[in-house]
């Protein structure tokens, strides 16, 4: 009876956890009417599958603005972001526009960008504006990638593979001269600091040593 209580406690925590890891995030989004921001819709299937839903129900907006404002809420942390546009080029790009979301290393929503789709901006509109647009919006997502390597790095990994070629070469050297009957010569190996300049790391040892150990000298005899 146990073990199988705790078997279906782990197939429960791993059908939490999957569920948790391939949860959906939902953005919903919402554009400025007057003094207000009115839902327009939301962004669905994010990151994997995204995509956009219209959910206002009155399809009349009115600009009062020369920019169209829009703003998106995540449903995931509650937080807000705010972009906007040029009401001409929403106008221009026959109400076409779209959404740039961008996530970070955890999979979460830090970022949104709103885009028309022309950055055309040729029609002359009269404040307040009326219209019954269909909006034709399309939604990417946008990844993070990881940063280049220091070059530093890259150039000490070059200079090791050169010098392991070297040796490699140096030896395929030996081996022709000992079959050719040549005389063979031992590969010098670079010598550390150390290796190269011990004495001089002993001798100043050695007179540090001695002047520690030194006697104090002696103040001048007392008068008599």
């Keep these: 009876m ?5 078997l279906n406690v782990l197939i429960a925590l791993s ?12 953005l919903h989004v919402y554009h400025k009417q007057g003094a207000d921001y009115k839902k327009r819709g939301e962004i669905i299937g994010l990151p994997n599958a995204p995509s956009y839903v219209a959910t206002a129900k009155d399809d009349t907006i009115e600009l009062n603005s020369l920019l169209y404002q829009v703003k ?6 509650d937080r807000i972001i705010l972009s906007s546009i ?10 076409k526009d779209e959404f740039r979301v961008h996530f970070d290393d955890e999979k979460k929503v830090y970022h949104v960008d709103y885009y028309a789709q022309t950055d055309a901006c040729d029609s002359d509109i009269e404040l307040p504006y009326k219209a ?3 909006f034709a919006t399309r939604v990417f997502v946008e990844r993070p990638v990881a940063g280049a390597k220091p070059f530093l790095g890259q150039y000490g990994k070059q200079n090791q593979q050169q010098a392991q070629q070297v040796r490699q070469q140096a030896q395929q050297g ?5 079959e050719g009957g040549e005389e063979e010569f031992p590969i010098e190996e670079e010598k550390t600091f150390f290796q190269k300049y011990w004495y001089l790391v002993l001798g100043g040892a050695l007179v540090l040593i001695n002047a520690m150990n030194a006697p104090p000298e002696s103040g001048p005899a007392p008068r008599r």
């Design 2 to 6: 146990r073990v199988s209580f705790f």
């Design 15 to 26: 059908i939490i956890a999957i569920a948790a890891a391939t949860e959906e995030i939902k």
């Design 72 to 77: 998106i809420r995540d449903e995931t942390t």
């Design 86 to 95: 040029k009401a001409c080029q929403l106008v221009d790009s026959g109400w």
């Design 132 to 134: 019954e647009p269909k």
């Design 174 to 178: 030996q081996v022709q001269g000992k």
